[in-house]
């Protein structure tokens, strides 16, 4: 009996993770919330540890993610940049998203409408070189929380430079926009996490 309990579980299971990530993570909910609408101005950026592997002496790597918010425009810029020195080498990754963000109660909805990207490479004591900068258009859209008390932003899924990981927030959440003891906990694992840090939190 247990056995047959178990596996009837499976294909519930499987449909979970094939319908994962949810759809309504692309948008803000419809219902009106009981907190009134979020207003966000300034940056925000993560919390991010540089990472230098043990095996190495000479290797650094650094990141740094924010994003800067325009209330009066609702207009945001989501910059990317990570740099590699391995000895006397040097790379630089910039990408920069910009577009229009909206909110409902204490949820921010990013679109984004084009993605600038560009590298530069160079050794110690000589000029960097560019690659030259793309510039692509996009419809990209995440949905993020904010939190009053902490004056974080966290997205629903895990994301770094425009690209996703399947997991994040999302995972723990049962009921879509719900923010209840399910929502609170995910959240506040997701916000604690040092490495592969989700929220982006308000610079004073």
Same mark, same amino acid.
């Given at each position: ?32 919330? #009981?907190? /009134? ?5 300034? @940056?925000?950026?993560?919390?991010? %540890?540089?990472? &230098?592997?043990?095996? *190495? ?54 679109? #984004?409408? /084009? ?5 530069? @490479?160079?050794?110690?004591?000589? %000029?960097?070189? &560019?690659?030259?900068? *793309? ?70």
């Amino acid at each position: 009996m247990k056995i047959f309990r178990f596996l009837s579980g499976i294909p519930v299971l499987i449909l979970l993770a094939a319908c994962f990530p949810p759809a309504w993570i692309r948008e803000l909910p419809s219902d009106k919330q #009981t907190a /009134s609408d979020v207003i966000l101005s300034g @940056t925000y950026s993560k919390r991010l %540890p540089g990472l &230098s592997p043990l095996t *190495s002496l000479t290797y650094i790597e650094k990141h740094s993610e924010s994003i800067e918010f325009s209330e009066k425009d609702k207009t945001f810029r989501k910059t990317y940049i990570r740099e590699i020195e391995d000895g006397n080498k040097f790379r630089r990754i910039r990408i920069d998203g910009k577009g229009t963000f909206e909110t409902r109660g204490n949820w921010v909805l990013l679109t #984004t409408s /084009s993605i600038e990207t560009e590298e530069n @490479t160079g050794e110690r004591g000589k %000029p960097l070189q &560019s690659s030259g900068v *793309s510039n692509v258009s996009s419809e990209y859209r995440m949905l993020y929380h904010y939190d009053r008390e902490s004056e974080t932003i966290i997205p629903m899924l895990y994301e770094t430079g425009y690209k996703e990981k399947p997991f994040g927030v999302a995972e723990g959440i049962r009921t879509p926009y719900a923010e209840d003891e399910a929502f609170r906990i995910s959240r506040r694992n997701y916000s604690k996490k040092e490495y592969q840090n989700h929220a982006y939190f308000k610079n004073k």
